[in-house]
């Protein structure tokens, strides 16, 4: 009987039998042949049949196989999505709502004449007794430079000064509005917040310190006097600074002298000097900036000769050479409207040097 560990076959020839220890360890050629060994062909190594050691992928239904790592990433981003909608919705810091409402105060200051008042005396050149400093129109009324401030760069000051001067140019140059009852040019410069209470003053004007329109412009009745010349004398100045962070504030200080006759009046009829002193107080925000409108929260007009007891608030009401004015009441100085260093705001004065 063979030996238990010798291969079906027999031993192998050469082979040392029961004396090799190392009988157990080896493969003859038999047991060779019986092992199988599969080599992939190149299409089953392409068609990936028998998988490929990587590492397990989640599944997420619809969304297809993710990687971990891409999992991991989009958690991330969701969590941080989700911090920053949570402290934008619960931080105290909100945008606050733009300005509406009437935001506009006016102070209209009447200045009587203390004695009749005369006609120049050169019509054609009615102007000449005035004392230097006043310009021609637009150019009386200054272009200072637009320096930066604290929160608002030199671009932004300079547009805001621009819008001024346009706003001044039609609220108190412009024979449309001053003796033709236009209002659409100043109107386009107030910003959508105050264009309801500008409506109403020209509506209704009335002087209870928010509708009157001579707050918004200057305006005489086409009806009683007529512009003798085309040229308006101007003088004054702008001063820049910020009512906060976020809100650039110019303030005007312009006293305009216009030369009127009376309505129909013909060439050569006595001219009148009136004078009216704007003090006006202007807010920008950026939205206003980029939309070239303006807001004005404050508005002193003086103008004279005009009489005590008749309202400023619907038109200017000038004393023409050879009417008479009410008298003021006692007690109040003389008020010289071109003297920008006393404060605008008077309840009636008496005109000086008239």
């Not at 360890?25 to 047991?31: A, Q």
């Not at 054609?124 to 272009?143: E, I, K, M, R």
């Not at 009806?223 to 001063?239: E, N, P, S, W, Y």
């Not at 110019?250 to 009127?260: E, K, N, S």
Request: glycine share 10%; charged share 20%.
């Amino acid at each position: 009987m063979g030996d238990p560990r010798e291969p079906p076959e027999g031993a192998p020839e050469g082979g040392s039998g029961n004396d090799d220890e190392y009988r157990s360890v080896v493969f003859d050629e038999s047991f060779v042949r019986a092992a199988r060994i599969q080599e992939l062909s190149a299409r089953e190594r392409l068609s990936g049949a028998f998988g490929r050691p990587t590492r397990p992928k989640v599944r997420l239904g619809p969304l297809g196989t993710v990687p971990r790592q891409a999992l991991a990433l989009l958690l991330v981003i969701l969590l941080a999505f989700g911090a920053a909608v949570y402290f934008g919705v619960s931080s105290p810091v909100r945008p606050t709502a733009r300005p509406q409402g009437s935001q506009l105060t006016v102070s209209l200051v009447a200045l009587s004449p203390a004695s009749p008042v005369h006609a120049v005396a050169d019509p054609a050149n009615p102007f000449a007794g005035l004392p230097p400093g006043y310009s021609d129109g637009a150019v009386g009324l200054g272009t200072p430079t637009g320096a930066p401030t604290g929160h608002f760069s030199r671009v932004e000051v300079t547009k805001a000064l621009d819008t001024v001067q346009r706003y001044l140019v039609a609220s108190s140059l412009s024979p449309a509005v001053l003796v033709q009852g236009s209002t659409a040019e100043v109107r386009a410069f107030v910003t959508p917040g105050e264009q309801a209470q500008f409506d109403a003053s020209v509506v209704q004007p009335v002087d209870d310190r928010h509708h009157a329109l001579t707050g918004w412009l200057v305006r005489f009745d086409p009806q009683q006097v007529a512009l003798a010349a085309d040229t308006v004398k101007v003088a004054g100045a702008m001063r820049i600074d910020e009512a906060d962070g976020g809100t650039l504030r110019i303030t005007t200080d312009h006293t305009f002298v216009y030369a009127l006759k009376a309505a129909g009046a013909a060439s050569g009829a006595p001219v009148t000097l009136e004078t009216v002193r704007r003090q006006l107080t202007f807010e920008f925000d950026r939205v206003d900036l980029a939309a070239a409108q303006l807001r004005l929260v404050d508005s002193v007009l003086q103008a004279g000769p005009a009489p005590c007891d008749g309202s400023l608030a619907g038109v200017v009401q000038p004393v023409l050479a050879g009417a008479e004015a009410t008298a003021p009441p006692a007690g109040p100085s003389a008020v010289d409207p071109g003297n920008h260093a006393r404060p605008a705001w008077q309840v009636c004065g008496v005109l000086a040097g008239s």
